[in-house]
């Protein structure tokens, strides 16, 4: 079996089905660090995915995963980090909410204890957990899903899935960060609402072991890779209003991320032309690390021989 695409949807889809016993290769046109995936933020949150009846239960699959990993932080790169979701209610969300643990009304918002996951340590891990299942991962370019050679192959292209199956309604929603030296900020933070007024913005704020990530843009078929001076002065900006010492922090990268937006996820099994199977799992936006092992499961379920 085959599987197309090395972020985390890709490495996490491949480790559920070596550690089920599947013989599973993954063929990713780029090495993990380099993918959307190791630019993610990256908080446990259904953020601009659906649809919601099925993100739920991924979500909720996933998060299940996450709190088990976070027991060992320095090797899987999850932890539990508490923060405040800006006007943000609990009777705004779906009937998922009720099952995360903690999750309360507060005066400024919706406060939570939510995994906060380091990427480029999760996808390390991810790595390395499939090679120990047997997998392997080896950097190929796919041009054609029907030529991969395997009898099963799963795709988890991400945004390339728009030229690969073809799919147009892939399209790319593009992020920008700020990391900047953390001046002792141990919460996160967010606030989807802008009172700037600026399109595709927001504010939020995410402290990780390599510094405190500042966010961010969510821009509608924006394809540029090169961060933006203004947008970065921007998100210092908001982010400093929450947190003056911001202002001052040193900053120590920039970061643009496309997301690989779906009006609905695409999970589900397809025949090839000659008979084999083709499992498609993209479309997953800004959440694919939310939704990670939930999905993975479910492609895995899609992949494996109809008894």
Request: hydrophobic share 45%; glycine share 12%; proline share 7%.
């Amino acid at each position: 079996m085959i599987v197309v695409g090395g972020g985390v949807i890709g490495l996490t889809t491949a480790v559920v089905l070596a550690e089920g016993g599947t013989r599973v290769r993954v063929w990713t046109r780029e090495p993990a660090e380099r993918t959307t995936s190791a630019v993610a933020g990256a908080l446990w949150w259904p953020y601009r995915i659906e649809p919601e009846a099925l993100v739920g239960p991924w979500a909720l699959a996933s998060l299940v995963v996450y709190e088990e990993l976070a027991a060992r932080p320095g090797e899987t790169g999850v932890r539990m980090v508490e923060g405040v979701h800006r006007g943000m209610r609990l009777d705004e969300l779906g009937p998922w909410a009720a099952r995360v643990p903690g999750l309360r009304d507060l005066a400024e918002g919706l406060g939570a204890r939510l995994p906060l996951i380091d990427m480029p340590v999760h996808l390390a891990w991810l790595r390395e957990r499939l090679l120990k299942a047997g997998g392997t991962v080896e950097e190929r370019a796919v041009t054609d899903l029907a030529a991969v050679p395997a009898p099963v192959v799963v795709n988890c292209a991400g945004l390339d899935a728009r030229s690969l199956v073809p799919d147009p309604a892939v399209r790319p929603v593009r992020g920008q960060l700020v990391v900047v030296e953390n001046p002792g900020i141990t919460t996160w933070f967010t606030s989807v609402g802008d009172a700037s007024g600026a399109a595709g913005a927001s504010t939020y704020l995410f402290p990780q072991p390599g510094g405190l990530i500042l966010g961010g843009t969510a821009e509608e078929d924006a394809w540029s890779l090169t961060p933006d001076p203004r947008v970065a002065d921007g998100i210092v900006a908001r982010c400093a209003a929450v947190h003056p010492e911001i202002a001052g922090a040193r900053v120590l990268a920039h970061r643009v991320g496309l997301r690989p937006a779906r009006d609905a996820v695409r999970l589900e099994r397809r025949a090839l032309p000659d008979g084999r199977v083709l499992v498609h799992n993209y479309g997953h936006g800004g959440a694919g690390v939310t939704v990670a092992w939930g999905c993975a499961r479910e492609a895995a379920g899609l992949a494996r021989p109809a008894d």
